[in-house]
């Protein structure tokens, strides 16, 4: 069998650490160990409008912006196809298909998108087109036999209801499709990082980010202004680890290596000691915080730069990758039909 790689993002805001940790850096990793035989990073615009069809000049604005920060983050395009969902129209062709397989209830039980309407305050006026996003997800995944994922943990919902769509399309209609796998970041803390405020997970719908092009100083306030622990007043005091934004953060983006350079400590743990039994300031743990930051964001930033200046290449790019995309998709489309039996003039 052979390795396909899918994945994708919204188009709805800039890409902020939370996307960056709970997934791009997986796909730069995936991306360079070279173990797969196609590769796709997809800018679900379409999947954009199910919750922002009133505002499509957001959408527009943002698929350019996501791909400057892909681009910016690393992904390699002589490596990975990006490309844009809605220009692969077979994507929707495929979706109409798989409605037939899903109940009303089942999609009404996953988690992601309970807590997406709750949170939308769609109670009273859900649109068909968001209450179907997985649907449309799972045509996603499948138009490209895509069996490797790399997602943050609030994507296992739609991962899930793609391979119950798999199996029944495969039972239905005869083996056609391929399950998938979701691909987690290693620590337990870096697939759903919470926000600045330890509120929720970070998202720019509850502005609590630090974005990818964040400069310098935006990103020095963001950290000086975090969460930490309220009782920790005085420096001799001892401060609590637990829920302490500061330490969650640097539990997730730091590694010993990094405290050596940036602190005056060996380990994460060290350090968590000290501030424990008293004696370590708030404003030294968010300066090494953000000196590990910034060395994070500092080389994204040259490049981003390079890409705005260089914006028809950035569209080059994704017409390329929309191309390579529309060829693996109608295949599929062509073969899913074929199992229908509506492929009349074959
Ligand atoms: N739901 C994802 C998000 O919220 C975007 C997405 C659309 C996606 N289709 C996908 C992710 C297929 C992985 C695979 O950002």
């Known amino acids: 069998m052979s390795n396909i790689i899918l994945t994708g993002d919204r188009p709805t805001g ?20 070279g173990n797969y035989d196609e590769m796709y990073v997809m800018i679900a615009d379409a ?13 527009r604005e943002y698929v350019k912006e996501v791909a400057i920060d892909y681009l910016s983050a690393g992904i390699d395009p002589k490596k990975v196809n990006i490309f844009i969902q809605s220009e692969v129209s077979e994507l929707t062709e495929l979706t109409f298909y798989y409605m037939n397989l899903v109940t009303v209830s089942r999609l009404q039980r996953n988690p992601t998108v309970k807590s997406e309407i709750k949170q939308k305050d769609f109670n009273t006026s859900l649109p068909v087109g968001f209450m179907c996003y997985p649907i449309s997800q799972a045509a996603d995944i499948t138009a490209f036999k895509a069996n490797i994922i790399p997602v943050g943990d609030d994507q296992l919902p739609m991962i899930e209801q793609t391979n119950e769509i798999v199996r029944s399309f495969n039972r239905i209609y005869g083996d056609t499709l391929v399950e998938a796998k979701a691909i987690l970041p290693e620590k337990e803390i870096q697939r759903r990082l919470p926000g600045l405020d330890g509120n929720n997970k970070m998202s720019k719908s509850l502005g609590n980010c630090i974005y990818l092009c964040d400069d310098s100083e935006t990103v020095k306030k963001k950290v000086m202004s975090m969460y930490t622990d309220p009782n920790h007043i005085k420096i001799e005091d001892p401060g609590n680890i637990e829920g302490n934004m ?22 994460l743990n060290e350090m968590k000691e000290k501030y424990s039994s008293g004696g370590l300031g708030d404003v030294t743990i968010k300066k090494v915080l953000y000196n590990i930051i910034e060395e994070i964001l ?11 200046d260089n914006i028809d290449e950035v569209y ?7 191309n390579k995309a529309k060829q693996k998709a109608s295949q599929t489309l062509k073969e899913v ?4 039996m509506i492929d009349y003039f074959n």
């Open 47 to 59: 999947q954009g409008l199910t919750d922002n069809f009133d505002n499509p000049k957001k959408i």
């Open 337 to 340: 039909k074929h199992a229908i």
């Open 14 to 33: 800039n890409l902020h650490l939370g996307h960056f940790i709970g997934s791009i850096k997986n796909r730069v990793k995936l991306q360079n160990e």
């Open 246 to 267: 500061v330490f969650t953060y640097l539990d997730a983006f730091s590694t010993d290596e990094l405290i050596s350079k940036y602190s005056d400590f060996n380990t």
């Open 316 to 322: 080059e790019i994704l017409k390329q990758g929309t």
């Open 298 to 308: 500092t080389p994204i930033r040259e490049k981003r730069k390079y890409y705005e």
